[in-house]
C-alpha cells in the first residue's frame, strides 16, 4: 500500500470534495461572525445538530445588501473548499440570501432599525421650511421626468425662484455616492431648500436611497432636506432621514411652494382687512381725539380763567342786586321813618314832658321849703335821703329842715 504524508492526502480530499461540491445551498443559523480587516467575513452556520464554517471574500460581501447578525437564518450559494494547510474544510460563499425574504428588504429594516437608534428619525432635529424661499436645489436626474414635473409645477405656482439642477444617477450602484455628495455640495451653496427625488420604479431601483451614505449626508446637511421618492406607497430612508416627506416629485413643490393665486388672494384678502382696520383705528383715534380736545378744553387755564371770570361777574351782579336791594329797603325803611318821625318826636316829646311834670312835682314834693309840719326833717346820709328804718345803731346822719341840718347819731333803735 502506498504511504502518503498529510499534505498529500489533504491535497487528495480537498481535489475531491471541491470537484463534488463544487455548488451547494445551504441553509442554517449565523454564528460567531468575524469581521477582517481585509474586508473578509467569518463565520460560523449552524443548525440543531452541526456546525460548518464559512467565508464570503471582500469583493462578494460588498454586494451584500443587508448585515450578518449573529441568529439570523440563511441560505448560502457556494463551494465547499479545503484549507489544506490545517485540513479544514468550509464554504466559500457566492451570495447569502436571507432565508424567507428578500435580501433588501432585510437590508431595509435593519438600517431603518440602526438609524433610528441613533436619532436619526427624532422629530425635535427636523429643520423648518421657510415659507417663501428664494433659491432651491434639485437633486434628481436632467433627463428623468420628475425633474420635468417639477419644473413645471414650480413655473405654475411661484415664479420668483430659483432653482439649480444637481444632475445624478437615482439608480445603480454609483447612484448612491453621487446622491450624497451632490447633497454636500448643494449644502454648502446657500439654498433654502434641497430637494432629492425621481419617479416611482421598482425597489430595486430606489435602492440608491435607502443606502446609509445618503442617509448621512441628509443627517450632516444644514439646509432643509425634502425627500420626494417614488410614489406614495413607496417609502425609502431617505423619507425617514430627510426634514419633509412628499409622496411624489411634483407634491413635494406643491408642498414647499407657495401657489401665487392664492398669495393674490391673500394679499386682497389682508388689503381689505388692513383698510378696514385703519380705518377704524383713523375712527377710533379721531374720537379719542375729540375727548381729549374736550377734556383740554374742559380743563385748560382758558377754560378755568374764563370760568373764574365769569364767577366774578356773577358775584358783581350778585352784589349789585344785594346793594340795590339794600338801598330799597333802607329808603322804605327811611321813609317809614320819615313818615313816623314827627309821631315819634311827638310822642317822646309828650312823654317828656310828662316826665318833666311828674319830676317837677317830686321835687315839689321833697323839697324841704315846701314842708310846712312842725316836728318834721328829712333824714339823708351822705346827701342822699333815705328812710329812717335803714339807719342802724351807731351810723351817723343828717336831720334837714328847710332852714338848717343837723348832724346826729343812732344811739338806740326800736319799733313803736
Not at 17 to 46: A, D, N, Q
Request: aromatic share 6%; charged share 25%; with cysteine.
Amino acid at each position: 500500500m502506498y504511504i502518503l504524508n498529510v499534505s498529500s492526502l489533504n491535497e487528495q480530499i480537498k481535489v475531491l470534495i471541491e470537484e463534488s461540491f463544487s455548488r451547494v445551498l445551504v441553509e442554517g443559523e449565523l454564528s460567531r461572525i468575524t469581521h477582517h480587516s481585509s474586508g473578509h467575513v467569518y463565520f460560523t452556520l449552524k443548525d440543531e445538530n452541526s456546525t460548518i464554517k464559512a467565508v464570503i471574500f471582500k469583493a462578494n460581501a460588498a454586494k451584500l445588501k443587508f448585515q450578518l447578525q449573529e441568529g439570523l437564518k440563511v441560505v448560502l450559494d457556494g463551494a465547499v473548499t479545503l484549507y489544506k494547510p490545517r485540513g479544514e474544510y468550509q464554504i466559500n460563499c457566492f451570495t447569502i440570501s436571507p432565508s424567507g425574504h428578500g435580501a433588501l428588504a432585510l437590508a431595509y429594516e435593519q438600517l431603518k432599525g440602526r438609524l433610528a437608534s441613533k436619532g436619526y428619525f427624532e422629530a425635535s432635529r427636523k429643520k423648518p421650511l421657510p415659507k417663501f424661499p428664494k433659491k432651491i436645489a434639485l437633486i434628481t436626474s436632467a433627463t428623468g421626468a420628475a425633474l420635468q414635473d417639477m419644473l413645471r409645477v414650480a413655473q405654475h405656482r411661484y415664479r420668483l425662484l430659483e432653482i439649480d439642477v444637481y444632475d445624478v444617477l437615482v439608480q445603480g450602484e454609483n447612484a448612491a455616492p453621487a446622491i450624497a455628495k451632490a447633497l454636500s455640495l448643494a449644502d454648502t451653496n446657500g439654498h433654502d431648500i434641497i430637494v432629492i427625488g425621481r419617479g416611482g420604479g421598482s425597489i430595486e431601483d430606489l435602492w440608491a436611497f435607502n443606502e446609509e451614505i445618503v442617509a448621512d449626508a441628509i443627517f450632516q446637511a444644514q439646509t432643509p432636506i425634502v425627500s420626494a421618492v417614488g410614489h406614495e406607497i413607496d417609502w425609502v430612508i431617505s423619507d425617514f432621514v430627510a426634514d419633509l416627506r412628499a409622496p411624489t416629485p411634483s407634491a413635494a413643490m406643491q408642498m414647499i411652494l407657495p401657489d401665487t393665486n392664492e398669495l393674490y388672494l391673500s394679499i386682497d384678502a389682508l388689503f381689505t382687512s388692513l383698510t378696514q382696520r385703519v380705518g377704524q383705528k383713523i375712527y377710533n383715534s379721531k374720537q379719542e381725539l375729540s375727548h381729549l380736545a374736550a377734556l383740554f378744553t374742559q380743563h385748560s387755564i382758558e377754560r378755568k380763567v374764563t370760568h373764574k371770570i365769569e364767577e366774578i361777574k356773577q358775584i358783581r351782579e350778585q352784589l349789585h342786586r344785594t346793594i340795590s336791594f339794600k338801598i330799597q329797603n333802607f329808603h322804605k325803611e327811611l321813609e317809614l321813618v320819615q313818615s313816623r318821625f314827627p309821631d315819634a318826636i311827638d310822642k317822646r316829646l309828650n312823654i317828656a314832658k310828662n316826665q318833666v311834670a311828674l319830676l317837677e312835682k317830686m321835687i315839689e314834693s321833697n323839697n324841704p321849703k315846701l314842708k310846712s309840719k312842725k316836728g318834721f326833717a328829712q333824714i339823708s346820709k351822705e346827701s342822699k335821703v333815705v328812710e329812717i328804718s335803714s339807719l342802724e345803731v351807731d351810723e351817723i346822719f343828717d336831720l334837714m329842715s328847710d332852714e338848717m341840718i343837723v348832724r346826729a347819731k343812732v344811739l338806740q333803735k326800736s319799733k313803736i
